[in-house]
C-alpha cells in the first residue's frame, strides 16, 4: 500500500505547481483579452483540483486539515518564488527571505503536535 503521507505531500506540491500557473502564468501575455486568460486559467485550474481534492482526502487520514493546508501553503509559496524568478525574473529580496524562515517555522509548530494546557 502506498504511503498516505508520501502521496498526500506527493499530490500537494503538484496540485500547488499547477495553480502556480493557473494564477500568475498569464502575466506575461498581457496582450491576451482579460476574458481568455480567465478561461485559460480556469481550464488549467481544473488539473490543479483534480490533484487536490485526492491529495487532502488521502491526507487527512493521517493528518488534520489545518496541516494539509499549511503544507500547500509552503508549496505553494515555493513553486511561486521559484516561478517568479525564473519565468517572470522578479528579483528574491531579503524580505521574501525573511518571510520564508516564519512560513517554515509555522510548519514545524504546525506538526510539534499540541501544547499542553
Do not use: C, D
Not at 500500500?1 to 498581457?30: E, Q
Not at 478561461?39 to 490543479?48: G, K, L, M, N, V
Not at 515555493?78 to 524562515?101: A, W
Request: proline content about 3%; aromatic content about 24%.
Amino acid at each position: 500500500m502506498v504511503n498516505p503521507y508520501f502521496s498526500s505531500i506527493a499530490l500537494l506540491f503538484l496540485s500547488s505547481s499547477v495553480m502556480v500557473v493557473a494564477w500568475y502564468g498569464h502575466l506575461k501575455f498581457t496582450h491576451a483579452p482579460l476574458w481568455l486568460v480567465i478561461i485559460a486559467s480556469w481550464r488549467i485550474a481544473f488539473f490543479e483540483y483534480s490533484l487536490q481534492v485526492p491529495a487532502n482526502r488521502i491526507g487527512h487520514q493521517v493528518m488534520s486539515a489545518a496541516q494539509l493546508r499549511i503544507i500547500a501553503e509552503v508549496f505553494t509559496l515555493i513553486v511561486f518564488f521559484v516561478f517568479s524568478t525564473y519565468y517572470l525574473k522578479e528579483k528574491f529580496t531579503l524580505n521574501y527571505l525573511f518571510s520564508f524562515v516564519f512560513i517554515f517555522l509555522a510548519v514545524f509548530f504546525a506538526f510539534l503536535g499540541p501544547f499542553k494546557e
